[in-house]
């Protein structure tokens, strides 16, 4: 019934710009389990690709779909994209944003500790995407939030300024990993090297060096302290293989809740 399946008869875009395992499959099964049709694209295989414009795109795809989650690099497409397109748009990842993943997140979180008021979480490394949506969704929760960056990789100034407005709890934001995790009931980190900075690999490694979450970084937390990363890892990079593949590693409960965090959010929009 539709119950069960609250999407049903109903077709969801998936556009993507960039390659994608975890939320490229988590809405697809998503949006088939909650009775509806996902429909993905690539951007290379369809006219936008070849210089149609967003606006005709956005327009064109409104009439056939009920909603469009879209990947891609710059976040002014996307925010070009939602004011062309006349149903709901999802940000399934920009450069600056990954918010469905910090919603997958916050479930982590609240799953494992039972609130996210007054928990405190730690990030350590690059102040990326991921950087930037967690600092939003803490401030929107009152979570206290740490964040340890190299000099020149901190997130967002803007975003950062924004938040600290609307928090409850304090963010902060630290050179130093050891201080960012003192007492952390949550050790968050992700890649050093996002999709499209290949070329700037050997330059990042060299200022990120120092910033792995490994036994001596858990041991600053709390005893009971768990260990999240958004995916994919490069073990003896940003996290050891001993604390990602450890009793405190919660990554794969976290890479689940992808499914169901944005399952919710479908049927928030469409139903």
């Known amino acids: 019934g539709a119950g069960a399946c609250p ?33 993905t694209m690539n951007i290379k295989d369809i006219q936008l690709g070849r210089g149609e414009t967003v606006a005709d795109t956005a327009q064109t795809l409104s009439r056939f779909l009920s909603a469009i989650a879209i ?3 710059e976040h002014s497409r996307i925010v070009e994209f939602a004011g062309l397109a006349s149903i709901p748009v999802i940000n399934a990842l920009t450069d600056d944003h990954h918010p ?8 982590t979180i609240r799953e494992q500790k039972g609130r996210l008021k007054g928990i405190k979480t730690a990030y350590i490394g690059d102040g990326n ?25 901190e997130p967002d100034a803007a975003i950062l300024e924004e938040s600290r407005k609307m928090a409850g709890a304090g963010i902060s934001v630290f050179n ?13 980190t992700d890649v050093w090297v996002s999709m499209g900075q290949e070329d700037e690999a050997d330059e990042r490694l060299k200022a990120f060096k120092g910033y792995e979450v490994n036994a001596g970084i858990l041991s600053k937390a709390k005893k009971d302290a768990i260990v ?20 405190q590693s919660v990554v794969f409960d976290q890479a689940e809740n992808r499914l ?3 399952k919710a959010l479908l049927e928030f929009l469409l139903t």
């Open 176 to 188: 130093d990993p050891a201080k960012a995790v003192e007492g952390a009931d949550v050790i968050y």
């Open 260 to 262: 169901h965090a944005q």
């Open 71 to 73: 990947r891609t690099h």
């Open 100 to 107: 469905c993943q910090a919603l997958a997140d916050l479930l």
């Open 129 to 153: 995407n991921v950087a930037n949506s967690l600092i939003e969704a803490a401030a929107l929760t009152d979570m206290e939030l740490s964040l340890a960056c190299p000099e020149g990789y």
């Open 7 to 39: 999407i049903i008869g109903k077709s969801v875009g998936l556009l993507f710009e960039k390659s994608s395992t975890r939320t490229r499959v988590s809405f697809e099964v998503g949006i088939y389990q909650l009775g509806g049709q996902p429909v």
């Open 228 to 247: 999240m990363h958004c995916l994919p890892a490069y073990r003896g990079k940003e996290i050891s293989a001993e604390v990602i593949d450890g009793p």
